[in-house]
């Protein structure tokens, strides 16, 4: 039998979950964020413990940073601005949530931002509306303001290539959740804008050597290369020779399935072994589970579909979860 474990403030347009700490963090469209967490463990029933405002216009993400790094999240605003909330307590007054730094506002709109946990320190992807990408890094865990910008591109495979101000309205980063000191840190991006070099996702990984980030392959085929990107989810790995990205764009669902070692080039090979046609129901998120087994989607239908590959390697949808109202 299904049950409610929460109850969302009324104008809840985003959310994200915390799996280490059992807390849920809400964006409200007044600007406001809720924190949601259990007090009896016994019930799994989630209440609102925080409520604070961030900004003027509505919160349309939140995203917890990896939870060695403290309790913290980073807001995406409808004015362009990433903010990062800290939760503080200091001797015996009560526990608040302190604004630690910001990013991005009118002038250079912040479109999406991915938190990834390298090996060395934590760093901060964000996509911009003018199609520039940045890389942010901090080294000290106990000091989020102090952020550093590591690098700045374009979201293009050839070095030479160089665009004027980009008019990009979405964008999506999805980090490679895997830590390892064998293989350098990735993330895939891709825009949606009028200027389809930038749209098809790429796979960037850090050089360490030459400290800088290479793209290392493209998921797109000839015929899809300017296809708009809607949203991105790069799948766990618990034990596959191969990486899993899904991509979601305005003609469907694909999954990709990527090498885990470079060719002789440095490149990646990429093999699209399922797609999914829209019909009508654009997917604006996705989010694989921990095992990187299932894959849930979300649209403009207003239901949830999970997506499973059988034994043969052959996806197809397993469940479909709606309103009972």
Known sequence: ????????????????????????????????????????????????????????????????????????????????????????????????????????????????????????????????????????????????????????????????????????????????????????ASFVLGYNSGTSQLNSPKVWEFDQDHQRWLPVAELAEISDKGDHVNALAWAPNIGRPYELIAVATSNGISIWQMASNPDSNGRLSVEKVAMFPCNGNEVWQMEWDMSGMTLATSGTDGRVRLWQSNLNGNWHEQAIIESAT
């Open 1 to 184: 039998m299904e049950k409610s474990i929460a109850t969302l403030d009324k104008g809840t347009i985003c959310s994200s979950w915390n799996y280490c700490g059992q807390r849920l963090a809400t964006g409200l469209i007044d600007g406001t964020v809720s924190i949601f967490h259990t007090t009896d463990p016994a019930s799994s029933f989630f209440t609102s413990t925080f409520n604070f405002k961030v900004n003027n216009g509505s919160v349309t993400k939140v995203v917890w940073v990896p939870p060695e790094y403290g309790d913290a999240i980073a807001c995406i605003c409808s004015d362009g601005s990433l903010s990062m909330w800290e939760e503080i307590s200091e001797d015996s007054e009560p526990v608040q949530w302190k604004q630690c730094t910001s990013f991005g506002g009118p002038l250079e709109q912040v479109l999406d931002g991915q938190f990834g946990n390298s090996i060395s320190s934590l760093k901060l992807t964000i996509a911009y509306s003018n199609g520039l990408v940045k890389v942010y890094e901090i080294l000290d865990p106990m000091e989020l303001k102090n952020w550093q910008l590591q690098a700045e591109f374009q979201n293009v495979t050839d070095p030479l290539t160089k665009f004027g101000k980009a008019t990009c309205s979405l964008a999506s980063v999805s980090w490679n959740p895997q830590r390892s000191e064998s293989r350098p």
